[in-house]
T-cell receptor, first 115, second 113 residues
Framework: AQKITQTQPGMFVQEKEAVTLDCTYD???????LFWYKQPSSGEMIFLIY??????QNATEGRYSLNFQKARKSANLVISASQLGDSAMYFC????????????FGAGTQVVVTP | DSGVTQTPKHLITATGQRVTLRCSPR?????VYWYQQSLDQGLQFLIQ???????AKGNILERFSAQQFPDLHSELNLSSLELGDSALYFC????????????FGPGTRLTVL
């Protein structure tokens, strides 16, 4: 069964606007971690943000924030003030407690920022 | 630049051949992960090593094998290659077994003709 679901295959956003990328996950573990990575067209995977299941506050890193709703099992990424350089594929990933650190990725959301 | 290096950057080979992909983790990182990214399967975890020992295995084919050497670099060996093995292969590293961040290398793009 799919552990990470990203329902938006692609989206357009205007420069300077905020965008929310959806991610839902499925786990029976109490302890787990949620990650977002960015993959530009050049191909590298860039770590953006991490949220632990026991973290009380939503994680933020600069223009990135993670809207963590544990009961709904969702971990949406919010990018504020979009820039042209934000155009990329965005992946949500989960690490479960007994997984020794391996990440399970969603299918990704392609974001295109327009001027 | 994540500090993880992978060589070669591109590899083109024929079906039935064997190739070796190499990864050097960030200085001080003990854990190395291999992932495969293909169009039909997405990003999939293959295998993890920690300080020279295999720690976790994902959907890695029997034709694939890996190892981590005493200097902590890792190699992924792919043999009897098939067209479907064409993919981007990433290596990632982290300081510990389950650190809160994995640092990805630039990837090796393998094309099997």
């Amino acid at each position: 069964a799919q552990k990470i679901t990203q329902t938006q295959p692609g989206m357009f956003v205007q420069e300077k606007e905020a965008v929310t990328l959806d991610c839902t996950y499925d786990t029976s573990d109490q302890s787990y971690g949620l990650f977002w990575y960015k993959q530009p067209s050049s191909g590298e995977m860039i770590f953006l943000i991490y949220q632990g299941s026991y973290d009380e506050q939503n994680a933020t890193e600069g223009r990135y924030s993670l809207n963590f709703q544990k009961a709904r099992k969702s971990a949406n990424l919010v990018i504020s003030a979009s820039q042209l350089g934000d155009s990329a594929m965005y992946f949500c990933a989960m690490r479960e407690a007994d997984s020794w650190g391996k990440l399970q990725f969603g299918a990704g959301t392609q974001v295109v920022v327009t001027p | 630049d994540s500090g993880v290096t992978q060589t070669p950057k591109h590899l083109i080979t024929a079906t039935g051949q064997r190739v070796t992909l190499r990864c050097s983790p960030r200085s001080g990182d003990l854990s190395v992960y291999w992932y495969q990214q293909s169009l039909d399967q997405g990003l999939q975890f293959l295998i993890q090593y920690y300080n020279g020992e295999e720690r976790a295995k994902g959907n890695i084919l029997e034709r694939f094998s890996a190892q981590q050497f005493p200097d902590l670099h890792s190699e992924l060996n792919l043999s009897s290659l098939e067209l479907g093995d064409s993919a981007l292969y990433f290596c990632a590293s982290s300081p510990r077994l389950a650190h809160n961040e994995q640092f990805f290398g630039p990837g090796t793009r393998l094309t099997v003709l």
